[in-house]
């Protein structure tokens, strides 16, 4: 017998029989040691024999036995298949043998010379509602306002871009990271006219010929694209087309007296523009040129004349501007509107 030999091996070839087999060496199996079928695979069949006997009868029972023996010689035998399971078992036997020494030699390293451990930094809390306790003391959110924001952010209407809630009524404009965190607010000049709609081909009609009705700053959802106006100033387009955009806010019509109006607390005073968005010059430089004006972000303008939900709730309202690709923008007069 085999291990009865290895007792009358002297200790060193003991130790070498022992290393190959650590490195692989395969023992005979124990089906081949004692026959083809071990002991109780062939007690196993003997009581499945006599049970199917003693529950269908003699002569049934003999026959269901005859069936599945017959049965199971007829399973097919798949060399290939069998090969190709030993590779796999031996390659796992192989993968494992080596996973154990390499811990082993970085448990042996000194401290200083182990690898670092990177662990990936938590995911920032998934918020309910939008954060607004970067607003300065003593000021609040519009009802509406709020109303807008919590809705983006519970339905994460955002996606992975940063966003705009713009109030209408309160002439005022809320800056938003991805999450929903509000990181700052400002007065902002608006278009004159009140009113949810932009007028058809308003984009290239001369500024000049534009009515005093239709100088309107549309509600909706704005998907934004960083562009340049006439004198290759950076500006954000919320519609292109319509020549709607955020920019500084420019004081080239003296009698307009935008700089003034921008800084008055009465919102009805800051219904001055031709339909653009007006921002200060420094809130623009520092919360919308380093981010909308490099990529793309999300603009919600809430509607003075119509529903909240007839603009962002109706399944066939269409609520969603997209501009053209920044490439094939070409720059737009918008200086005076």
Not at 33 to 46: S, V
Not at 47 to 71: Q, S, Y
Not at 305 to 313: D, H, P, S, Y
């Amino acid at each position: 017998m085999p291990h009865l030999a290895a007792r009358q091996l002297p200790g060193r070839a003991i130790m070498r029989e022992k290393q190959h087999d650590s490195l692989g060496a395969r023992r005979p199996a124990t089906s081949r040691e004692y026959g083809d079928d071990g002991f109780f695979q062939r007690l196993a069949r003997r009581l499945r024999d006599l049970m199917i006997m003693g529950v269908i009868g003699p002569l049934t029972g003999v026959a269901a036995i005859v069936a599945i023996h017959f049965a199971t010689s007829l399973q097919p035998i798949d060399p290939q298949r069998d090969a190709e399971a030993a590779r796999q078992r031996e390659s796992d036997r192989v993968m494992a043998i080596l996973e154990d020494r390499a811990q082993s030699i970085r448990a042996s390293l000194p401290q200083s010379m182990q690898p670092p451990v990177t662990v990936p930094p938590p995911e920032p809390p998934r918020l309910t509602a939008a954060d607004f306790s970067a607003m300065d003391a003593g000021r609040q959110p519009t009802t509406d306002a709020r109303h807008m924001a919590d809705w983006v952010v519970q339905r994460r209407d955002n996606g992975r871009m940063p966003f705009i809630v713009l109030d209408k009524r309160d002439a005022r404009l809320y800056v938003f990271d991805v999450q929903g965190h509000l990181l700052a607010q400002t007065a902002v000049l608006l278009g004159s006219a009140h009113g949810d709609e932009t007028y058809p081909g308003i984009g290239d009609v001369p500024i000049a010929d534009v009515k005093p009705y239709q100088r309107t700053t549309a509600a909706g959802r704005f998907v934004t694209r960083p562009g340049l106006d006439a004198d290759h100033t950076d500006v954000v387009w919320l519609d292109y087309d319509a020549a709607l955009a955020m920019h500084r806010v420019i004081n080239k019509v003296k009698a307009e007296r935008r700089l003034q109006r921008i800084a008055s607390n009465n919102p009805k005073v800051r219904r001055i523009s031709w339909g653009c968005i007006n921002i200060p010059i420094e809130f623009f430089d520092t919360y919308i040129s380093p981010t909308f004006g490099k990529r793309s972000g999300v603009t919600y303008v809430i509607p003075e004349r119509k529903t909240f939900a007839e603009v962002f709730e109706q399944p066939n309202a269409a609520t969603t501007v997209t501009t053209a690709s920044a490439e094939t923008l070409v720059p737009k007069d918008v200086a005076q509107r």
